[in-house]
C-alpha cells in the first residue's frame, strides 16, 4: 500500500447534457486518477474523464444493477486505499435517491476522506427543460419529489393520500416502469382523472421526449409511444405549461446530438457555439499533437514562411523561445497563413499576415504563394504528416521550398463510444482518420466537414451524407448544419 493518502470525490453528474454539469465536478473529474460512473451519466461529462484515469462502470439499468451497491462501496474504498484520487460519477445529485449517503458511511468506515460536489438534480432540471415550471404562482405553490423504485428495484410503497391532498407538483423519479401503478394509485386516492400530467424521457439531452396528457389518459400514451428509461413523471397542473413554455423550439440544434472530433485544446470555441444553438455535445478528441525536436533555420534563405495550422504557429513560437529568438529573427521574411484562425494567431504573436487565400486550403496557398513569391524559396512550418496538397502543388508550379516538421499528429484511442449521436464535426482530413480508427463501428448520419479536402476523406471513409462549410470557419461549420436537417 502506498503511503500516499487516498481521497474520494462524489460527484453529481447531473440529468445528463454536460452544459449542465457543474464547473466544480469537472474541475476534480479533471484531475481523477480513477472514475467510477453510473449508467445514466451523460456521454458529454464521460468524454471530460482524463485519459489516464482508470475508468469502471457500475451502471444500473430499470433496477436491474450490475453491480451491486455494496461492491460499488468497496471499489470505491478499496482504490482510495491505494493513494488515488477517486471520483464517484453518479447521476442527478448524489443526495437525491442517489445512494451517496450510504457510499459515505462506507468510506467514513474505511477512514477515507471525501468530498461531496452536488448536482443538478433531474427532478427540477427534467420538468424545466420540457417547459414545465414545477412551481407556477396562482397554480402550484410546492413540489414534492418522490421515487418510483426501491432500492431493490421493486414498485416503492408511498401514502398515495397524503400526495393527493398536497396541491402541488409531483415528480416521480426513475418513473417508465411505474407510470400505470402510480397515476391508478392518486386516482384512487381521489386526484381527478384530468388533472394534467407528463412524462419526460431523456430530460435534457438530445433524445428529449415529452409525453403529455392527463392522469387518466397518460398511461395509455406512454405504452401507445413506448416511454423507455430514463423518464420521469410530472402530476400537477403545472404540467399544463409545457406547450407554452417549450423553449428548446426557439434553438435551430435542439434534438441533435453531434461529436466534435477536433483535438481537447480546440474544441472549446466550437462546441461553445453548437451547445449555444440547443445541441448536445461531446467532446471526442479524435487526435492530438505532439512537438516534434528541430532547429532553428536560417531565416535569411527564405523569402516567404507558410503557416498551415495554428497549432503550427503555436509550435514555431515555443521554438524561438526555446532558442532564445523572438520575432525578429524572421527578418524581411514574408508571412502566408492558410486561413483566418491560423492569420489570428500570428497576430495574437505580432505577426501581420502578407497573403491568405480566398479559399482556406493547401491548393489556393500554394497558389497563391508561387504567384507572389517570384523565385524566392519558402519555408513550411507545419505537421510531419500533413496533406501532401500543397507541396503537390508547389512542386507543380516550380516554387522552391522547405519543409519544417514541428508537430506530428497522434491518433486517439476512443475513450467512449456516444449513444445515438447523429452527426460528426470533421475539421480536417486528420479527424476523419482518427475518428474511423478510433469508433471505426459507429455509424453517424452526418458528417459536417469543413472544407472539400476533409470532405473529400469523409467520402474515402465511407460517410453516406457529407455536408461541406462553404468556407473553413467554424461560423461557416455550424450555419451549414443548422441549414442542414437530419
Same mark, same amino acid.
Given at each position: 500500500?502506498?503511503? =500516499?493518502?487516498?481521497?474520494?470525490?462524489?460527484?453529481?453528474?447531473?440529468?445528463?447534457?454536460?452544459?449542465?454539469?457543474?464547473?466544480?465536478?469537472?474541475?476534480?473529474?479533471?484531475?481523477?486518477?480513477?472514475?467510477?460512473?453510473?449508467?445514466?451519466?451523460?456521454?458529454?461529462?464521460?468524454? &471530460?474523464?482524463?485519459?489516464?484515469?482508470?475508468?469502471?462502470?457500475?451502471?444500473?439499468?430499470?433496477?436491474?444493477?450490475?453491480?451491486?451497491?455494496?461492491?460499488?462501496?468497496?471499489?470505491?474504498?478499496?482504490?482510495?486505499?491505494?493513494?488515488?484520487?477517486?471520483?464517484?460519477? =453518479?447521476?442527478?445529485?448524489?443526495?437525491?435517491?442517489?445512494?451517496?449517503?450510504?457510499?459515505?458511511?462506507?468510506?467514513?468506515?474505511?477512514?477515507?476522506?471525501?468530498?461531496?460536489?452536488?448536482?443538478?438534480?433531474?427532478?427540477?432540471? #427534467?420538468?424545466?427543460?420540457?417547459?414545465?415550471?414545477?412551481?407556477?404562482?396562482?397554480?402550484?405553490?410546492?413540489?414534492?419529489?418522490?421515487?418510483?423504485?426501491?432500492?431493490?428495484?421493486?414498485?416503492?410503497?408511498?401514502?398515495?393520500?397524503?400526495?393527493?391532498?398536497?396541491?402541488?407538483?409531483?415528480?416521480?423519479?426513475?418513473? /417508465? &416502469?411505474?407510470?400505470?401503478?402510480?397515476?391508478?394509485?392518486?386516482?384512487?386516492?381521489?386526484?381527478?382523472?384530468?388533472?394534467?400530467?407528463?412524462?419526460?424521457?431523456?430530460?435534457?439531452?438530445?433524445?428529449?421526449?415529452?409525453?403529455?396528457?392527463?392522469?387518466? /389518459?397518460?398511461?395509455?400514451?406512454?405504452?401507445?409511444?413506448?416511454?423507455?428509461?430514463?423518464?420521469?413523471?410530472?402530476? #400537477?397542473?403545472?404540467?399544463?405549461?409545457?406547450?407554452?413554455?417549450?423553449?428548446?423550439?426557439?434553438?435551430?440544434?435542439?434534438?441533435?446530438?453531434?461529436?466534435?472530433?477536433?483535438?481537447?485544446?480546440?474544441?472549446?470555441?466550437?462546441?461553445?457555439?453548437?451547445?449555444?444553438?440547443?445541441?448536445?455535445?461531446?467532446?471526442?478528441?479524435?487526435?492530438?499533437?505532439?512537438?516534434?525536436?528541430?532547429?532553428?533555420?536560417?531565416?535569411?534563405?527564405?523569402?516567404?514562411?507558410?503557416?498551415?495550422?495554428?497549432?503550427?504557429?503555436?509550435?514555431?513560437?515555443?521554438?524561438?523561445?526555446?532558442?532564445?529568438?523572438?520575432?525578429?529573427?524572421?527578418?524581411?521574411?514574408?508571412?502566408?497563413?492558410?486561413?483566418?484562425?491560423?492569420?489570428?494567431?500570428?497576430?495574437?504573436?505580432?505577426?501581420?499576415?502578407?497573403?491568405?487565400?480566398?479559399?482556406?486550403?493547401?491548393?489556393?496557398?500554394?497558389?497563391?504563394?508561387?504567384?507572389?513569391?517570384?523565385?524566392?524559396?519558402?519555408?513550411?512550418?507545419?505537421?510531419?504528416?500533413?496533406?501532401?496538397?500543397?507541396?503537390?502543388?508547389?512542386?507543380?508550379?516550380?516554387?522552391?521550398?522547405?519543409?519544417?516538421?514541428?508537430?506530428?499528429?497522434?491518433?486517439?484511442?476512443?475513450?467512449?463510444?456516444?449513444?445515438?449521436?447523429?452527426?460528426?464535426?470533421?475539421?480536417?482530413?486528420?479527424?476523419?482518420?482518427?475518428?474511423?480508427?478510433?469508433?471505426?463501428?459507429?455509424?453517424? =448520419?452526418?458528417?459536417?466537414?469543413?472544407?472539400?479536402?476533409?470532405?473529400?476523406?469523409?467520402?474515402?471513409? #465511407?460517410?453516406?451524407?457529407?455536408?461541406?462549410?462553404?468556407?473553413?470557419?467554424?461560423?461557416?461549420?455550424?450555419?451549414?448544419?443548422?441549414?442542414?436537417?437530419?
Amino acid at each position: 500500500m502506498t503511503d =500516499k493518502k487516498g481521497r474520494v470525490a462524489l460527484i453529481g453528474a447531473g440529468p445528463g447534457d454536460s452544459g449542465l454539469f457543474t464547473l466544480r465536478g469537472r474541475e476534480l473529474l479533471e484531475a481523477a486518477d480513477c472514475v467510477v460512473y453510473d449508467r445514466l451519466v451523460g456521454d458529454g461529462v464521460l468524454a &471530460m474523464m482524463p485519459p489516464s484515469a482508470e475508468k469502471i462502470s457500475v451502471g444500473k439499468c430499470g433496477g436491474v444493477h450490475s453491480v451491486p451497491q455494496r461492491e460499488i462501496e468497496n471499489i470505491l474504498v478499496r482504490e482510495a486505499q491505494k493513494g488515488r484520487f477517486v471520483v464517484r460519477l =453518479k447521476g442527478g445529485d448524489p443526495f437525491l435517491f442517489g445512494r451517496g449517503g450510504e457510499e459515505i458511511e462506507a468510506l467514513i468506515r474505511g477512514g477515507i476522506a471525501f468530498e461531496v460536489v452536488p448536482g443538478v438534480t433531474s427532478a427540477l432540471a #427534467g420538468p424545466a427543460c420540457a417547459g414545465i415550471p414545477v412551481t407556477h404562482r396562482g397554480v402550484a405553490r410546492s413540489v414534492h419529489i418522490i421515487t418510483a423504485h426501491t432500492k431493490e428495484g421493486g414498485i416503492a410503497r408511498v401514502d398515495y393520500e397524503a400526495l393527493a391532498r398536497l396541491g402541488g407538483t409531483l415528480v416521480f423519479l426513475m418513473g /417508465a &416502469m411505474a407510470v400505470a401503478e402510480i397515476c391508478e394509485a392518486l386516482l384512487r386516492a381521489g386526484m381527478a382523472e384530468d388533472t394534467r400530467a407528463a412524462a419526460v424521457e431523456n430530460a435534457s439531452m438530445a433524445a428529449q421526449r415529452l409525453i403529455p396528457g392527463t392522469l387518466a /389518459a397518460l398511461p395509455s400514451a406512454c405504452a401507445e409511444q413506448g416511454l423507455k428509461s430514463p423518464a420521469l413523471i410530472v402530476v #400537477g397542473e403545472a404540467a399544463a405549461f409545457a406547450e407554452s413554455f417549450a423553449w428548446k423550439r426557439f434553438l435551430p440544434l435542439a434534438g441533435r446530438k453531434i461529436i466534435v472530433t477536433r483535438p481537447r485544446e480546440r474544441s472549446g470555441r466550437l462546441s461553445a457555439m453548437l451547445r449555444a444553438r440547443g445541441a448536445e455535445v461531446v467532446e471526442l478528441p479524435c487526435i492530438s499533437t505532439r512537438r516534434i525536436r528541430a532547429g532553428l533555420p536560417d531565416f535569411s534563405e527564405y523569402g516567404w514562411l507558410g503557416f498551415t495550422s495554428v497549432t503550427g504557429v503555436e509550435a514555431f513560437f515555443e521554438l524561438l523561445a526555446e532558442n532564445g529568438r523572438d520575432i525578429r529573427s524572421v527578418g524581411a521574411a514574408k508571412i502566408a497563413a492558410i486561413g483566418p484562425a491560423t492569420a489570428g494567431a500570428l497576430r495574437e504573436r505580432g505577426l501581420l499576415t502578407d497573403y491568405m487565400p480566398e479559399l482556406y486550403d493547401g491548393l489556393h496557398l500554394a497558389r497563391g504563394i508561387a504567384e507572389l513569391a517570384r523565385g524566392e524559396a519558402a519555408l513550411l512550418l507545419r505537421a510531419k504528416n500533413g496533406s501532401p496538397e500543397l507541396t503537390v502543388e508547389l512542386k507543380a508550379l516550380g516554387v522552391r521550398f522547405t519543409e519544417l516538421p514541428l508537430y506530428e499528429t497522434i491518433y486517439e484511442k476512443a475513450e467512449i463510444i456516444p449513444r445515438e449521436a447523429d452527426t460528426a464535426i470533421f475539421t480536417s482530413a486528420s479527424t476523419v482518420r482518427g475518428f474511423k480508427a478510433a469508433m471505426p463501428e459507429l455509424e453517424i =448520419k452526418l458528417a459536417c466537414c469543413i472544407g472539400e479536402q476533409t470532405a473529400a476523406e469523409a467520402r474515402r471513409a #465511407g460517410f453516406e451524407r457529407i455536408i461541406t462549410a462553404p468556407t473553413a470557419t467554424l461560423e461557416s461549420l455550424v450555419n451549414t448544419l443548422e441549414e442542414n436537417a437530419i
